[in-house]
């Protein structure tokens, strides 16, 4: 009896020190993953970190991008450029790595790749030439 709580006490004091003073959850969880029942721990969580970095630049209209778009990186750097029709990204578009190099560009028809698109690595040098047909990769002809 005497070793049984020795144990229970040791176990307790163990969960005291780990900041484990709520109880166990309790339930299967359900479809989003969160346990089932009232009987759910409810941790507290920091607010979202504010953006970091530039804001994009552009308009919208009835809450969609329109016309001419610029997006940057945390550092400042531009990362992506191109126009918006109604909503979707339409014709040419350039991106960007953070070190100011580009990286990809190309062009967008309703927001599907279309026709030639090149890509670059960090240091400058090419490293593809793609051509896309209503979004699809087209393979090179044999």
């Known amino acids: 009896?005497?070793?049984?709580?020795?144990?229970?006490?040791?176990?307790i004091a163990a969960l005291a020190l780990l900041?484990?003073?709520?109880?166990?959850?309790?339930?299967?969880?359900?479809?989003?993953?969160?346990?089932?029942?009232?009987a759910a721990v409810v941790?507290?969580?920091?607010?979202?970190?504010?953006?970091?970095?530039?804001r994009p630049q552009g308009e919208e209209k009835d809450g969609q991008p329109v016309g001419h778009?610029?997006?940057?990186?945390?550092?400042?750097?531009?990362?992506?450029?191109?126009?918006?029709?109604?909503?979707q990204k339409h014709g040419a578009w350039t991106y960007w790595y953070d070190n100011g190099q580009k990286t990809a560009e190309g062009r967008f028809e309703r927001g599907v790749k279309i026709g030639r698109w090149l890509?670059?690595?960090?240091?400058?040098?090419?490293?593809a030439d793609k051509t896309f047909?209503?979004?699809i990769e087209a393979l090179p002809p044999r």
Do not use: R
């Not at 009896?1 to 176990?11: N, P, Q, R, Y």
């Not at 778009?69 to 909503?87: I, L, R």
């Not at 890509?119 to 490293?127: L, S």
């Open 43 to 54: 941790t507290p969580t920091e607010p979202p970190a504010p953006p970091v970095g530039p």
């Open 69 to 87: 778009w610029v997006f940057f990186h945390a550092n400042g750097q531009k990362s992506a450029e191109g126009d918006y029709e109604a909503g």
């Open 19 to 38: 900041g484990c003073t709520q109880p166990a959850e309790t339930g299967a969880p359900d479809a989003a993953g969160s346990p089932a029942g009232d």
């Open 1 to 11: 009896m005497k070793t049984t709580l020795a144990w229970l006490a040791g176990g």
């Open 133 to 135: 047909v209503d979004g």
């Open 119 to 127: 890509e670059w690595d960090e240091a400058g040098q090419q490293v």
